[in-house]
DNA sequence: GGAGGGTATTATGCATACAAAATGTCTTAC
DNA sequence: GTAAGACATTTTGTATGCATAATACCCTCC
């Protein structure tokens, strides 16, 4: 309610109609950050009681909050015992990643078809910025950036529907690789990945793209499955 | 209530700890049959009255399940509104065929490495009836027994994630294909499309099979898109 | 006669109450 | 001492109630 009159401000740019904030739907936001950050582990149960409490609302809202998330994947749910927090699995990581490798694939054949100039060369931007963090070390900033690379090139493959599912599956890995710690060595040759990606990119190399983008994710799942504890081909 | 004693009789068959089947489950089961059918046209309304009475439950459990769907793309959420059912648009339609083009071709690959003799033997069977329905012109059963092997080959690419995925986007573009009226020439180019689709996944072709996919879901989309009163190429 | 505004009605959003299932605890019997 | 059963507590699932936003209707004014 106090946030309502900053809301406004911001409204009256150049929105017609201010779209009002659902309980429900800030909830979904919050639940769902939760989990990916993993301050709501994988496996754990949700309690409605504890988090009506700390997100300051009743059950209602969290219920539905909870199904939403629930036909995401982010959330399990057990008829009369509630819901838990999706737990992760080495198979249920590999089958992301693959299926991730394919979506970016996609946005990469796509993107070269159909991204403007200045959306490349946004994507430029990034890749010198993350270049930086690369250069001093900043993990969780180089992460941002990384993150930021490759929700950029799904945007430019101009397909909504593909940039939805990818963003809910990206999600869920994300999960994952916040447990992952990068090898100085590993680090640089994704950094080395990212730079042919972007040559790739900026000739319009569809094929060349989509190959190296699989590769990449390929090995991204590498890293995070040894992270879990898990190493396989 | 009165469905309790008939539930429990099929309970009683093999299955050791019988799920409880939660209200608000079957309402997401009902209503999603009831968009994908066609029986809630896109862009309709959800009066949440006028539901409840239509499957006997109060507000929550539909407005659970409206939440759940919401989050399948199923229905949109316009806030102090209520829901509609997504409308189709030809846009959306091209995007999620270019997407599912991508899922079956990966299914597709992955099915050749994955995918056992018996599996295999199992989309023969689900062929040759599919066969008998084209020559006999039994439009409707063709269709089931399409879907089925379509549903089949994800199924035995062993990709959970991937087949859920498939399942959700299927769901979205059944509800178009439900306008769609087969012409005889474009029908028996499906079924032969089916034939080499067939062959390719028998040699265990994944190259091979994966562009036959795409070609075969890109020619689909052809025919809703004409369907819905707008061709692109 | 049409447009605008104000009121009445309806529908949605959130909270809460009630019922049933699950869980935990305590007692008792062996 | 342990296991089984009954009871108490907690938690979920569903229904309902209340407040507010949206819609429809009607009346007035131009």
């Known amino acids: 309610m106090d946030q309502h009159t900053e809301n406004h401000a911001a409204d009256s740019d150049d929105a017609p109609a201010a779209e009002p904030r659902l309980l429900a739907e800030e909830v979904v936001e919050r639940l769902r950050d939760l989990i990916i950050q993993g301050e709501l582990a994988p496996g754990v149960k949700l309690n409605e009681r504890v988090l009506c409490e700390r997100l300051r609302t009743s059950r209602t809202p969290v219920r539905e909050a909870i199904k939403f998330l629930a036909s995401e994947g982010l959330v399990e749910l057990l008829p009369n ?14 089958e992301m990643f693959v299926l991730l490798g394919a979506l970016e ?22 890749h010198y910025q993350m270049l930086a963090h690369h250069a001093r070390g900043e993990l969780s900033p180089y992460f941002r950036c990384n993150q930021q690379i490759h929700l950029q090139l799904i ?23 916040y447990m992952a710690n990068l090898s100085q060595e590993r680090w640089d040759h994704a950094v080395e990945e990212h730079q042919k990606i972007l040559d790739a990119l900026s000739r319009r190399e569809g ?22 504890g898990e190493q396989m081909a």
Chains 1, 2 share one sequence.
């Open 105 to 126: 694939a996609l946005a990469g054949e796509l993107a070269c078809v159909n991204a403007s100039d200045a959306e490349i060369a946004e994507i430029r931007a990034l």
């Open 81 to 94: 015992r509630g819901a838990i927090v999706t737990p992760i699995t080495a198979a249920t990581v590999r």
């Open 155 to 177: 945007e430019c493959a101009g397909n909504a529907t593909l940039a939805n599912t990818y963003r809910a599956l990206n999600g869920h890995v994300r999960r994952a690789r």
């Open 207 to 228: 094929a060349v793209l989509a190959a190296l983008l699989r590769s990449h994710l390929s090995n991204k799942m590498q890293v995070v499955l040894e992270a879990l």
